[in-house]
Every structure is written in C-alpha cells, then in structure tokens.
C-alpha cells in the first residue's frame, strides 16, 4: 500500500523513470551528493515497490508493463546498492527511517556507514589477533588456578579474587570475539571519549592488564603454596600439607619440590611406594636434596620380589648425594647433616659400624652448629647410641641414648619405628613425635618427658660440651 508521501498519480513506467533519473542524479554528485537528492532517490525507489504491490486486473493493459518495468528494476537496483556507503555516510537512514515511519521499510533503507580507514586501523587486525592470543594465555593460567583451587574446600578470598577475575576474561573476551560484544565495548569506549581509531589498542591493552593479573596470581600461588605447605608439615598437620602441595603442583606441574614435599609426606605416613614415586620425579628434576630423599626411602623399602629391604641400594643413592653436597660452594649444612645421618642409617642397617660411626659423627657436630631444632634432628644420637651398644662400648651407648630422649624428632613413622627394631620401646615412649602427625604440643610432651623419661636422661654423663668435644675427638 502507497504512503502519502508517495505520488501514486505515475503509471509504474513513470515511476522507474524517475527513479533512474535520481539515481542517475547521486551517481554524478557522489563525491559531493546533496543529501536532498539521496532522499528523493529512496523515495522514488518506494514509489516503485509500491506500485508492484498493487493487485492489477488480469484485463488491465498494464499487467504486460510490470514485468518489463521488473526487467529494469534489477540492472538500477544493483546500481543502487553500490550507492549504499555514499547513502549511508550522507545522511542518517535511523532517523529517517523513523521520521518517514519506514521501521518495516525494504533494503534501501538499511545501508550501514562504512567508517573511514584511519592510518591507525590499518593494523588493528593485529592488535585484535594478539588481543585473542593473550585472552587465550590468560585462559590458560585460569584454567590451571581453578584446578588448583578446586582440591580441597575454597576460602572466601580465593573465591571472590577467582570470580573477579573470570568475569574480567569473560567480557574482554565477548568484547573481542562476538560482534555484539565489540558494539557494547565500543559504546562504552565512546562514553570515555576514547576515538574509534584507539579502540582495537585499548581492546589489547585491557587484556594484556588481565593476562598480567592473572599471571602475578599464577606465581604467586606457587610460593605461597610452598609456604603454607611446609608450614602445615613443620606442625605435623600432613593432611593440609599434602591439600596444598597438590594445589602447587596444579598450579605448575614442572616444579618437582612440591613433588619432594609431597614424597616426604607419604613417607611420613610409611606409605613408601608412592613417597618414592615422587622422590623419582625430584631426583629426575637435578635437585641433591631429592637424592636425599630417595635413598631415605629405600632405608625402609621392601622389595616386591625378595620381600626383604635393600639398604645397599639406599647406600648408593646417599653415598652419591654426600659426594655432590660436598662439592658445593656454599654447602647447605642442613642437607649436609640428612646426607650423613641417613647414611650411617643406612650402614648400621647392613652392620657396617665403623663407617656408619663416622657419618653420624659427623652428622652430630653438624647438628650441633644449626640453630633450632630441625625436622628430623637428634636422629644421629640414637643411631649412634645403637652403633656402640653393638660394639660394646655401654657407657657412650648411654650417653647417646640420653642425648637421644632429648633431642630426637623422628621426620617418618619409619624412623619412629626403628625404636622397636631395635627394642628401645622405652625411649620410643619419650622422644618428640610431633612432626609426624599433629595432635602433640610441646607442653605435653615436656610433661611425658618429665614423668616418664628422666631415668634415661639422667644416665647421660656428660653435658653438651663434652659431648660435641668427644664425637670429634
């Protein structure tokens, strides 16, 4: 149905003349269209659908000159849709479309502006390819700290920092990848009065402060695990510890100490086989401290084969590990003391009482010299105090014991069960447990020590100072 603005007094071959004429009209002023023109011409091209919209009698003499105006049509429609951009940027098709009322009008009234190439947007496909490749790394990091955070239960910090920073990748990337997205962000852009040129760098921009958060978090995540990890292990709380490390490893799977943390974890518990599966990938990884480990390990490993232990085996791996610590520049006295305790471990579990004398010797007047008291430390006492009882010599034997009661504090139940082997359950009942499991302050123990131990500790007859003097003489 024809419009009031539309002159329905043309047969419709006047109407395709006219409307040839004034696209004849703009095709010769598009560099400089009057934009009265440009509107007469979408005004001629309604009066034309209008006109076919018109039911003819099948008598009418004009039904044979519609199909031929219908022939015409499609060779000025296709030169009008080459005019869509200089119709478009002439004059604005929303507003007129509304003033006009033609909301439901046909494809002329619908070009879209085709906004002018700036010298800056020539590359914006690069900014928006390297916009996609940083939303897809910070993904990546995201991915691995909500794998990290899902083991175990989340705190309310976690979660709202974990939040925030997901929705953060969820609008720079609907902003990027979908077209409705970019609108949104352009519109927000142009609040801001940041220029369309601008807009693909800022796009690049606002990623690349989300990859650098989410990246800082990533990091920050691994020392922080490691941290509260130990932490939790140095107070015998082994279940956090292992929670946490297992967090680490999500985090960055190719740091091999949390693989060494959770070993000694296991190991703690007596769980060997899996203690030694990740010694393995620590030791792979370079690191002396896990040769330590492992050879620690097989101290108390039962092979599946012969069903018996192999501290030979144990032997090698720590005779190894002592060979490469001393070697370095600046030794770490601490893993200097573990290397030489466990091997005279090792060479008191194969009889060898004067190599293993030597070691723990030498681990004692280590142990001596290192502030604290260490997991694991005061060992080398008891082991010592084992290896003279072998050799007869019952007054140092009793010394050490003493020394033993003290300051031992067995790292592993297998350490801890060494008591019994040897038939000391006496002095299994006094020494500090607490760094195996939780649940053992220190005031209980000093109470148990008071009541229950001082007839052993009252048979050492040295002090201190005698005693560091004697074990290096």
């Known amino acids: 149905m024809a419009s009031a603005d539309m002159d329905m007094t043309r ?44 039911k003819p009698d099948e008598k009418n003499s004009e039904l044979q000159c519609l199909f031929e105006v219908d022939e015409k049509l499609s060779g000025l429609d296709h030169r009008l849709r080459k005019l869509g951009a200089v119709i478009a940027n002439t004059i604005s098709l929303d507003k007129w479309r509304t003033r006009l009322h033609r909301e439901e009008a046909g494809w002329w009234w619908q070009f879209k502006p085709v906004r002018k190439v700036d010298a800056w947007d020539r590359v914006d496909w690069l900014w928006d390819a390297l916009t996609l490749g940083t939303l ?38 609907q902003g990027a990848l979908t077209k409705r997205g970019q609108e949104k962000v352009r519109d927000f852009m142009m609040r801001f009065k940041i220029a369309a040129r601008f807009q693909s760098e800022v796009m690049l921009m606002m990623a690349a402060l989300l990859l650098l958060t989410v990246y800082v978090t990533h990091n920050s995540l691994t020392t922080v695990y490691l941290e509260q990890g130990r932490d939790a292990y140095s ?26 943390e959770l070993g000694r974890i296991y190991e703690s518990l007596g769980v060997l086989n899996k203690a030694i599966d990740q010694y393995y990938l620590n030791v792979q990884a ?36 002592l060979q490469r610590a001393n070697a370095q520049q600046l030794p770490d006295q601490d893993l200097r003391y573990q290397l030489n ?40 006492y008891c082991f010592l105090a084992y290896v003279y ?47 195996i499991v939780s649940g053992l302050d220190d005031s209980v123990f000093d109470a148990i020590q008071a009541s229950r131990c001082a007839s052993i500790i009252n048979k050492s007859h040295f002090n201190t100072a005698e005693q560091v003097t004697r074990i290096e003489e």
């Open 341 to 380: 305790r466990n091997l005279g471990w090792a060479l008191l579990k194969q009889d060898k009482f004067v190599a293993a004398e030597m070691h723990l010797k030498t681990a004692i007047s280590i142990d001596e010299r290192i502030p604290g008291n260490q997991i694991g430390g005061g060992m080398a």
């Open 136 to 173: 897809a790394l910070g993904a990546s990091f995201m991915v691995s700290i909500i794998s990290a955070l899902s083991v175990g239960s989340l705190t309310v910090a976690a979660t709202l920092s974990t939040i925030a920073q997901i929705g953060g990748l969820a609008i720079v990337s």
């Open 11 to 54: 047969t419709p071959t006047e109407m395709l003349v006219h409307y040839q004429e004034m696209l004849e009209r703009v095709e010769k002023g598009r560099a400089k269209v009057e934009k009265k023109d440009v509107l007469s011409l979408l005004l001629a091209r309604d009066e034309v659908e209008a006109a076919f919209n018109v």
């Open 389 to 435: 009882e072998k050799e007869g010599n019952t007054n140092a034997a009793k010394v050490q014991w003493g020394n033993c009661v003290v300051k031992a504090r067995p790292e592993t139940i297998h350490e801890y069960r060494w008591f019994s082997e040897v038939r000391r359950g006496d002095v299994a009942a006094c020494v500090n447990t607490s760094k």
């Open 286 to 321: 370079g690191g002396i401290k896990g040769i330590n480990d492992l050879g620690r390990a097989y101290i108390n490993w039962v092979n599946p084969v012969t069903r018996k232990n192999d501290p030979a085996l144990a032997e090698a791996y720590l005779q190894m590990g």
């Open 235 to 260: 107070q015998g709380a082994l279940n956090d510890a292992e929670l946490t490390f297992l967090r680490g490893l999500e985090i960055d799977p190719s740091n091999s100490t949390f693989n060494a």
